[in-house]
């Protein structure tokens, strides 16, 4: 659960730098050549990010879990029975 979340900040990180580079004026290194460049520094920012602490969603993920499948399942059901 952790390494997913991990990644999915990872992932989130990286549109979300992407969407806000869209709502900048392009420049003059607007060319298909720096949509390649920024698609991998966006990548590489977002799992530096998450690696780094992130915004908290890996975290969050990782809390969830333990809360919620701290104890296995057959634990559960022994005790509701």
Not at 34 to 59: L, N, V
Not at 64 to 69: E, G, I, N, T
């Amino acid at each position: 659960m952790v390494q997913a979340g991990r990644q999915f900040e990872t992932y989130f990180i990286s549109y979300l730098l992407k969407v806000m580079r869209e709502t900048v004026p392009e420049g003059a290194l607007a060319n298909k050549h720096g949509a390649y460049f920024y698609s991998f520094y966006d990548e590489e920012i977002g799992k530096r990010a998450a690696e780094s602490g992130g915004i908290g969603i890996s975290k969050m993920v990782q809390e969830y879990a333990q809360q919620y499948f701290a104890s296995s399942p057959l634990e559960h059901s022994s005790s509701s029975g």
